[in-house]
């Protein structure tokens, strides 16, 4: 379900996108600044209350490879192992768990950020990044920047995205389906195989997208759709600030 919008309404939906894209902005310039545990949650816990707003299921959040929780678990242990305070004692002997609590920060502060771009791809269309990011850069025109080019680029990869996932998971599905080969082919064999037909799949959805682009006027109406904030944006603009500035007054 990443990069997929969830369907329905919300007060999260009818957010503009590029107010959105603001807010994962400061959020990540804070955490960024201030990746303490308070700021995390208060983080952590803005997500969620959004996430209630717009009606996501925990159906949404995509599972997690088993080879994902062993490299968290090694990573621990080595972290465990480096020592540093504070200290626990256990009998007679102390182990410092400074390494571990970094390390666990450090993953916590991972998971906001997933966190939060996924609950933001969830309740933004596509279709209305480019004129948020063309209107946000707008006063870049007076450096000669191509802002509308930049916001079309951004808006065709996140479309891409998921068309991409869907084919990449044809192209292991019939790798599995395929009869056994009298003679095996060497894994770097297989892996030049798979990646020769991902290009072609690329290239592929990417000549029916600018076919696509062409038909309907070409890449200037992408950017052009008239799309301005509204009084919703203003009230979320303002929780945010106050949320932020709670965070940098507890970390």
């Known amino acids: 379900m990443l990069m997929r919008p969830v369907p329905g309404t919300s007060p999260i939906h009818a957010l503009w996108a590029g107010t959105k894209l603001i ?3 400061a959020i990540s310039a804070v955490l960024t600044i201030k ?12 997500v969620v ?4 707003l717009a009606g996501i299921s925990p159906r949404c959040i995509p599972s997690i490879p088993r080879g994902i929780w062993a ?11 480096n020592g540093g305070g504070p200290q626990i004692t256990l009998g ?12 666990m920060r450090i993953t916590a502060l991972g998971v906001a950020l997933l966190s939060l771009g ?14 948020a990011v063309a209107l946000i850069f707008r006063p870049l025109r007076i450096l000669r920047l191509p802002v509308e080019d930049l916001a079309v680029t951004a808006s065709l990869a996140f479309r891409m995205f998921p068309m991409l996932a869907d084919e990449f998971r044809l192209l292991s599905a019939a790798r ?6 009298p003679q095996k082919l060497s894994r770097r064999a ?11 799949v690329s290239l592929r959805r990417a000549t029916e997208m600018g076919e696509a682009i062409t038909a309907r006027g070409g890449v200037g109406r992408i950017a052009a759709q008239p799309q301005t904030p509204g009084w919703r944006d203003a009230l979320a603009v303002a929780a945010l600030a106050g949320t932020l500035a709670l965070a940098v007054l507890l970390g």
């Not at 209350?49 to 209630?52: C, D, E, K, L, P």
């Not at 007679?92 to 390390?103: E, I, K, P, Q, R």
């Not at 609950?119 to 480019?130: E, G, K, P, Q, R």
């Not at 297989?190 to 072609?200: D, K, Q």
């Open 23 to 25: 807010a994962v902005l």
């Open 35 to 46: 990746p303490t545990w308070p700021v995390i949650g208060l983080v952590v816990l803005l």
């Open 49 to 52: 209350i959004t996430a209630a």
């Open 71 to 81: 490299i968290l678990a090694v990573g621990s242990l080595l972290t465990i192992a």
């Open 92 to 103: 007679s002997h102390a182990v410092g768990v400074g390494g571990f609590l970094d390390f």
């Open 118 to 131: 996924a609950v933001t791809s969830w309740t933004t269309h596509v279709a209305d990044i480019a004129p």
């Open 176 to 181: 599995r389906l395929q009869p056994p080969q």
């Open 190 to 200: 297989e892996l030049v195989n798979l990646s020769t037909a991902a290009m072609v």
